[in-house]
């Protein structure tokens, strides 16, 4: 089962949502969408709420109003942190979650934690929690069709994700290749100074010497 929410009207058209149980946050996990911000009680058992934005939206762009729901429904979905005042919340891009087989169900961890953000959140506050409960949804999808073009959304997905690799691999062969420029200039600029004028001794230099130790030896003879 999962459970839909919508975040207040003047915010914009947002969909929050969340998982009955630690199977249906591991489906989550695993059939997300690009555009999904996860939400968690920071080092306490809690509900994994989701956002979703909109095409082409990040992170970034939540406002204000927005992430008040978002934490306000985390903190009401935790047994602990709805108990107690001055919790954190975390919360990171769908695509920073990292899955591994060693893990429980329902765990996570993230690919780049300088990537996870923390907010404080005071205290509970009945009137949000009240509002985005009156606009709950139960449903039990299939997450894999939930939407009617998840499998388009999973290709650009998949496209989005190894446009990227194909950036950062074209960025480590820039990197690479003005690496080997510099240590080619440098080695240009040391061949010429073993060649410059001050280095260099002259074929009448040479003779010149050679003159010389012909005379030195004439007067010894």
Not at 2 to 27: H, Q, S, W
Not at 140 to 149: A, E, F, H
Not at 179 to 194: F, I, N, T, V
Request: hydrophobic content about 35%; proline content about 2%; charged content about 35%.
């Amino acid at each position: 089962m999962v459970f839909y929410f919508k975040a207040r009207p003047e915010v914009g058209d947002y969909t929050i949502f969340m998982g009955l149980d630690k199977y249906e946050n591991e489906e989550l996990i695993k059939y997300g969408f690009i555009e999904d911000v996860w939400f968690h009680v920071d080092k306490m058992s809690s509900a994994h709420v989701y956002l979703r934005l909109h095409k082409g939206q990040t992170i970034d762009d939540i406002s204000e109003g927005l992430l008040e729901d978002c934490v306000q429904l985390v903190k009401a979905n935790s047994i602990q942190g709805n108990k107690v005042n001055n919790i954190d919340v975390v919360y990171t891009p769908w695509s920073n979650l990292k899955k591994t087989a060693s893990m429980d169900v329902g765990q996570v961890g993230f690919h780049n934690p300088k990537m996870v953000r923390t907010v404080r959140v005071e205290k509970r506050i009945n009137e949000i929690v009240n509002r985005l409960n009156r606009t709950k949804v139960e449903r039990k999808p299939d997450l894999k069709v939930s939407d009617p073009s998840a499998a388009e959304r999973e290709a650009v997905n998949a496209a989005e994700r190894a446009e990227r690799k194909q950036h950062l691999r074209e960025k480590k062969r820039r990197e690479e290749m003005e690496r080997l420029e510099k240590e080619r200039q440098a080695e240009l600029r040391s061949y010429k100074g073993l060649m410059s004028s001050e280095n260099m001794t002259s074929n009448k230099q040479i003779a010149s010497a050679s003159k010389s130790l012909q005379e030195l030896e004439e007067d010894f003879m």
